[in-house]
């Protein structure tokens, strides 16, 4: 039977209404010139505010760090006011939101920012696309191939550490609840923790202590800026995608953990597969991190209700992130609980871009 999962959840002060969480889902409607957020992501954003907690889509700390057309950026101040549409919209219908800072590392193209990627070491990720908008039928994204990252140095790391830092300083000048470091799916920061993709000789480099300095360091500066009761870290330890194969990760991903706790952040947004022949993620990792971690852990992959509630009952988890299922319907935890019929996706032309309501925020509530 489920229950603990409409039950309401304090993450430290924040009171949530339930432990339904809408998981991070670049949509890429953002406004051109300057990816800046407007009234129809606003709109989006609020009708689902019925979710304990939203986390944004992800949110570029710098131009830099972009890596694909019309997503949001954290780093103008047109960005930070189009941002305050949406945290307005979220608290007026009683939600709680946080912003994903993210920077995307060796994941872009020039044609995307007209900057040459950088990453730990001058590695192209295999077999990895990123997109353009270019004029293509149906307003569709166009796919292109990622470009080589020039190698960064020292400077290119301070400078990361304070966009992440400035992002979540700005996040909170936009209303944000709070914010979330994306340290997953094959992005810069899992650049660094992954052998495959860091190759590096110096203090960033080689040992796992050293895989892992960037991210403490930039979740460190990011406490210091807005609180450790408003910073969360997202990992996605399974997943391999991006070119991100790596025998060590899991053991790497358990050091962080160690160290994020000891930091004392709000949560762990632990990322997993959610294709249908994903990994299943053993039980034992789960109470392992469970043991490393005791503050809040959110699990997201594709989970059905009944899934998320045995993770909650289990103690393996406290949040339970959805992401298609808040795409196609506003209400999620109103039709869960009614056990009513389900939205699909009506055109899946729209999941990336579009100017209009057409499959963002025309997707119907339960009567």
Avoid at 55 to 80: C, D, F, R
Avoid at 87 to 111: C, M, N, P, Y
Avoid at 296 to 315: D, R, V, Y
Avoid at 344 to 358: Q, V, Y
Wanted: negative net charge.
């Amino acid at each position: 039977m489920i229950t603990k999962i409409f039950e309401p959840y304090y993450l430290n002060s924040i009171e949530l209404k339930n432990c339904f969480l809408m998981a991070p889902m670049t949509r890429s409607r953002a406004s051109e010139p300057g990816n800046i957020p407007n009234p129809l992501m606003a709109e989006y954003y609020a009708q689902r505010a019925s979710a304990g907690l939203i986390v944004t889509e992800a949110t570029q700390v710098s131009l830099q760090g972009m890596g694909y057309a019309k997503t949001p950026g954290i780093h103008s101040p047109e960005q930070i006011e189009g941002w305050k549409l949406v945290t307005d919209a979220v608290h007026r219908e009683g939600g709680k939101i946080f912003l994903q800072l993210w920077h995307v590392g060796r994941v872009s193209s020039s044609r995307v920012n007209g900057l040459q990627p950088i990453a730990p070491s001058p590695l192209t990720a295999a077999n990895t696309n990123v997109y353009i908008f270019d004029g293509a039928p149906n307003g569709d994204a166009t796919f292109i191939p990622v470009e080589q990252p020039r190698e960064m140095n020292s400077s290119d790391i301070e400078n990361v550490i304070k966009e992440f830092e400035q992002g979540a300083v700005n996040a909170i000048k936009a209303g944000f609840d709070g914010v979330e470091i994306h340290g997953a799916n094959g992005y810069l920061i899992d650049q660094f923790l992954r052998t495959n993709s860091n190759k590096r000789t110096d203090q960033y480099g080689g040992s796992k202590e050293n895989r892992i300095k960037l991210l403490i360091e930039i979740t460190q500066a990011v406490i210091n800026a807005i609180g450790k009761e408003k910073t969360g870290v997202r990992l996605s330890p399974f997943i391999k995608f991006k070119d991100m194969e790596d025998p060590e990760i899991l053991d790497t991903i358990m050091l962080a953990t160690e160290k994020l706790s000891e930091q004392d952040i709000a949560y762990l947004h632990l990322c997993e597969a959610d294709w249908d022949d994903a990994p299943v993620i053993p039980a034992a990792f789960r109470e392992t991190l469970r043991q490393k971690f005791q503050n809040t852990i959110i699990a997201t992959g594709n989970k059905t209700p009944e899934e998320g509630e045995e993770l909650l009952q289990n103690g393996w988890a406290d949040l339970i992130g959805f992401g298609r299922k808040f795409l196609t319907n506003p209400d999620y935890p109103a039709k869960v609980k009614r056990n009513a019929d389900l939205n699909e996706i009506s055109d899946p032309h729209t999941l990336f871009g579009g100017g209009d309501k057409r499959g963002y925020t025309d997707y119907a509530f339960s009567k």
